[in-house]
C-alpha cells in the first residue's frame, strides 16, 4: 500500500491543486528525490514569509494612522515598511519560480510539445538563471560583509540601524532562486535525458 502525503490531491488554501508528493502540481515536468526536497524547503520557507504581507499592511496602517489621525511622522516605521516590501518580493521569486508562476511567454509556450518546452526551460536555466543568480552571490558577499563591518546604518535621521540585514536578504534570496533554478533544471533533465531518474 503506498503511502500519500498529507494534504496530497487536495488543494492548499490558494486553490493550487497538490500533486501525490505533496508538492504543487506539474503537468509539465516530472519530479526527482532531489527536487522534491528542494522544493519542499522552497515552499516551507514561502510560506513562512507570507506572514511578511501581514505585517507590512500593519506597519502601513500604523504609519497612515500616526501621520494622518496624530500628526506625527515616523522615519523608521516608513523604512520598516521598505523592508517589509523588499524581504517579501525577493524571497517570493523563489517560491513564484516553484509554483511555476513566474512571468513567461504561454502565448507560444502552449503550442510546443512538452520535450519543447522543457528544452526551452533548461536552456533558460543554465544559461540566463543559474548563472545570474551565481553573478549577483558573488558580488552580494563581499557586499553585505562590508556592510556588518561598518554596523551600516539608515543615514536618515530617525532611520533604522542595522542596515545589513535588509542587504543580506539579498543572498538569502538569491540563494533560494538558485535551488529552486537547479530543481526546476533536474526535473528537465529527468524528462529529456532521463536522469536523475523520475520519481
Not at 43 to 57: D, F, K, Q
Request: charged share 15%; net charge positive.
Amino acid at each position: 500500500m503506498s503511502h500519500t502525503p498529507p494534504g496530497a490531491g487536495s488543494p492548499r488554501p490558494n486553490g493550487e491543486p497538490l500533486d501525490d508528493h505533496g508538492l504543487p502540481r506539474d503537468r509539465l515536468l516530472p519530479r526527482t528525490r532531489i527536487s522534491n526536497v528542494i522544493d519542499r524547503f522552497i515552499l516551507r520557507i514561502g510560506h513562512m514569509a507570507s506572514w511578511i504581507w501581514v505585517a507590512l499592511i500593519i506597519g502601513i496602517i500604523a504609519n497612515v494612522t500616526l501621520r494622518y489621525v496624530f500628526g506625527r511622522a515616523t522615519v523608521w516605521l516608513e523604512e520598516l515598511q521598505l523592508y517589509f516590501y523588499a524581504i517579501g518580493f525577493i524571497l517570493g521569486l523563489s517560491y513564484a519560480l516553484t509554483y511555476d508562476r513566474h512571468v513567461r511567454v504561454d502565448a507560444l509556450a502552449e503550442r510546443w510539445s512538452m520535450r519543447t518546452r522543457a528544452w526551452v526551460e533548461l536552456t533558460g536555466m543554465l544559461v540566463l538563471l543559474l548563472p545570474f543568480s551565481v553573478a549577483i552571490l558573488v558580488e552580494a558577499v563581499p557586499y553585505v560583509l562590508t556592510s556588518i563591518t561598518l554596523n551600516e546604518g539608515s543615514p536618515s535621521p530617525g532611520g533604522l540601524p542595522y542596515t545589513w540585514i535588509l542587504k543580506s536578504f539579498i543572498i538569502w534570496g538569491f540563494a533560494l532562486i538558485f535551488l529552486a533554478a537547479l530543481s526546476r533544471t533536474l526535473r528537465c533533465t529527468a524528462l529529456l535525458f532521463g536522469r536523475p531518474r523520475a520519481l
